[in-house]
């Protein structure tokens, strides 16, 4: 059975700092895994999508990687800044197609 | 803003009570999927509906139902709900169920049971 942990839960760093946020899985045979940014009450906006058989993708300031072998991704913020301040959920894409989901991290930039 | 809408936004129901809760896909997606997320957790998947077919359960009871229409529009309902049924819910469509095709959520709707 596919199960997706995030570590940290929570994390609070200061304006400007880099910082990544953690995901692992269970089981290797995905089709892909995304990473999704939640607020508050809302629902989930898509960031970044890695196929199985890609290693990393980017999008602004925005990097993430995957390592399936090792059943691992990281999202990697740089410059973070106050507005990034969300829940941050990493999901898996599974052989049944069903998205698996992480508990998420939730970060908050501090002004 | 995806072009995944859903209705209610909220709603308050009593235990042992049945809801409906709808949405409305992506122009052009015919694959949709609902999810249930309780406070401070992940979602977690309940089915998926591929051209008016159910395609993939997750582990719920089978008070949960759903229904995908010709428009691709698509319902969940709850019978006899339980105060654990509290939750948000999400419903995702895609295009197909293609392994590259990404999933567009909707912004849910927030079910508190009493």
């Known amino acids: 059975k596919q199960e997706v942990t995030q570590i940290p839960a929570a994390l609070s760093v200061p304006e400007g700092e880099n910082l990544v946020l953690n995901c692992s899985f269970t089981?290797?045979?995905?089709?892909?895994l995304q990473w999704f940014r939640q607020d508050p009450g809302k629902g989930l906006t898509s960031l970044l999508l890695?196929?199985?058989?890609?290693r990393e993708q980017t999008s602004g300031r925005l990097n993430a990687s995957l390592d399936k072998s090792s059943g691992r991704s990281t999202l990697y913020i740089a410059a973070s800044q106050p507005g990034d301040s969300a829940t941050y959920l990493c999901?898996?894409?599974?052989?049944?197609?069903?998205?698996?989901f992480g508990s998420g991290t939730r970060l908050l930039v501090r002004p | 803003e995806t072009g995944v809408t859903q209705s209610p936004t909220h709603l308050i129901k009593t235990r042992g009570q049945q809801v409906t809760l709808r949405c409305s896909s992506q122009?052009?997606?015919?694959?949709v999927s609902w999810y249930q997320q309780a406070l401070g957790q992940g979602p977690q998947f309940i089915f998926q509906?591929?051209?008016?077919?159910?395609?993939g359960r997750g582990n719920f009871p089978p008070r949960f139902s759903g229904l995908q229409f010709p428009n691709y529009s698509s319902e969940l309902n709850v019978n006899a709900l339980e105060l654990d049924d509290s939750a948000l819910y999400l419903c995702?469509?895609?295009?197909?169920?293609?392994?590259?095709?990404?999933?567009?959520f909707g912004p849910g709707t927030r079910l508190l049971v009493l």
């Open positions: 995702a469509s895609s295009f197909t169920r293609d392994r590259v095709e990404t999933q567009y």
């Open positions: 089981d290797s045979a995905i089709y892909n």
């Open positions: 890695i196929q199985s058989s890609q």
């Open positions: 999901a898996v894409l599974d052989s049944s197609y069903k998205l698996i």
């Open positions: 122009s052009g997606h015919n694959t």
């Open positions: 509906y591929y051209r008016e077919e159910e395609n």
